[in-house]
């Protein structure tokens, strides 16, 4: 099987909810890091075979949004596209497919990521005659990406239920916060000497 190697890598800064990025398009945000990642790595969007874009909140986007953001990046028209939704490992799960793409030898230039604007999520109305008292507005946020479909426990409450069960305490979290911090801190300093 042949090694498959990262050739660059690029993210867009992170902007709180309803905030400065809140007006500029998932799939904007997406397309340029892809172009920051292929300049990076010194590779032309026109060498780019496939992609792979993972994204939770599709509602209103637009249909396949890793289309979108191919053709905002540049990329040829003939680009396979494939959009993921693994809610919070979407975009994780878009690297791996993009790897096991190239481990399978079924194209030499792929790439993988991820993209996300949550204040630009929709409310939903249910469809059909709006019943006399109104209608209850449905915020797209909660029902599709942080709300589970099966018991409909809120995403935080799932968290802090495996905590409990998991015997984790809060001080455990936050000693794993700052070891991870100090890490990643050395981690940047041995890149950058």
Same mark, same amino acid.
């Given at each position: 099987?042949?090694? !498959?190697?990262?050739?660059?890598?690029?993210?867009?800064?992170?902007?709180?909810? &309803? #905030?400065?990025? #809140?007006?500029?398009?998932?799939?904007?945000?997406?397309?340029?890091?892809?172009?920051?990642?292929?300049? &990076?790595? $010194? !590779?032309?969007?026109?060498?780019?075979?496939?992609?792979? %874009?993972?994204?939770?909140?599709?509602?209103?986007?637009?249909?396949?949004?890793?289309?979108? !953001?191919?053709?905002?990046?540049?990329?040829?028209?003939?680009?396979?596209?494939?959009?993921? $939704?693994? !809610?919070?490992? +979407?975009?994780?799960?878009?690297?791996?497919?993009?790897?096991?793409?190239?481990?399978?030898?079924?194209?030499?230039?792929?790439?993988?990521?991820?993209?996300?604007? %949550? +204040?630009?999520?929709?409310?939903?109305?249910? &469809?059909?005659?709006?019943?006399?008292?109104?209608?209850?507005?449905?915020?797209?946020?909660? #029902?599709?990406?942080?709300?589970?479909?099966?018991?409909?426990?809120?995403?935080?409450?799932?968290?802090?239920?495996?905590? *409990?069960?998991?015997?984790?305490? &809060?001080?455990?979290?936050?000693?794993?916060?700052?070891?991870?911090? *100090?890490?990643?801190?050395?981690?940047?300093?041995?890149?950058?000497?």
């Amino acid at each position: 099987m042949p090694e !498959v190697v990262i050739l660059g890598a690029a993210r867009t800064p992170i902007g709180s909810f &309803r #905030s400065q990025l #809140s007006s500029v398009p998932a799939v904007q945000l997406g397309a340029l890091a892809v172009q920051a990642a292929l300049t &990076r790595a $010194n !590779v032309k969007p026109s060498d780019v075979q496939e992609i792979f %874009m993972g994204q939770v909140c599709q509602a209103n986007v637009g249909q396949n949004p890793a289309k979108q !953001v191919a053709l905002r990046a540049g990329l040829n028209t003939s680009t396979i596209t494939t959009t993921v $939704n693994k !809610v919070c490992a +979407s975009g994780l799960k878009a690297i791996m497919l993009a790897a096991q793409t190239l481990q399978l030898s079924q194209q030499q230039i792929a790439i993988g990521g991820g993209m996300e604007n %949550m +204040s630009q999520t929709p409310f939903y109305l249910p &469809r059909g005659e709006i019943p006399y008292g109104g209608s209850k507005i449905i915020d797209s946020v909660l #029902s599709d990406g942080l709300t589970d479909a099966y018991d409909h426990i809120h995403m935080g409450l799932c968290a802090e239920k495996t905590a *409990e069960e998991m015997n984790i305490t &809060r001080e455990d979290q936050d000693k794993y916060a700052i070891l991870s911090y *100090e890490k990643s801190s050395a981690a940047w300093q041995v890149s950058l000497s």
